[in-house]
């Protein structure tokens, strides 16, 4: 066990954890972050999606090490003065959730894409939001949305 100093949502937090525990189960069992999801545990699947610095990176396949010295953000962080971003306020408009398990690591790759492309077509958006799985198929209104945010 060790004790590691992050950065997370803006804020100075600690977990005593073994070395090689998975950043994932250190945000939700540790800090009690839930609203990063477990999916497949392998990196494929996209519900443990968070941001590094800013980009995307899958939490269950990097290890809590990994994230000393950067900030790191979850769904948590992603609103700002408790105001939802608008890609957030168009995720509720247009009523893109099914079940939600996904949604999360949904919204935190759509966000990193806005970040870095602010108006992309609907080819970079398929691109970008490819390695994100929605067993409910929610994929048509995962792209209005982010259409819908990039205005
Ligand atoms: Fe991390 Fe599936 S749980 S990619």
Redesign the pocket.
Same mark, same amino acid.
């Given at each position: 066990m060790s004790l590691f100093q992050l950065t997370v949502n803006g804020q100075a937090r600690e977990a005593e954890v073994d070395d090689d525990t998975p950043l994932?189960w250190v945000l939700r069992d540790s800090l009690g972050l839930c609203g990063t999801?477990?999916?497949?545990?392998?990196?494929?699947?996209?519900? !443990? &999606?968070i941001h590094l610095d800013g980009q995307p990176v899958?939490? !269950? &396949?990097l290890p809590v090490s990994a994230g000393v010295g950067h900030e790191i953000t979850t769904i948590e962080g992603l609103a700002e003065d408790d105001q939802l971003t608008p890609l957030q306020q168009a995720w509720c408009d247009l009523d893109v959730a099914q079940c939600g398990y996904c949604q999360s690591?949904q919204i935190m790759t759509a966000a990193a894409l806005l970040k870095n492309t602010p108006e992309p077509d609907a080819d970079a958006i398929d691109q970008a939001m490819a390695?994100n799985?929605c067993r409910c198929a929610t994929y048509d209104r995962i792209r209005k949305a982010i259409l819908t945010a990039a205005g």
């Open positions: 994932l999801k477990y999916g497949c545990g392998i990196g494929q699947c996209g519900a !443990c &999606t899958r939490s !269950c &396949t690591g390695g799985v």
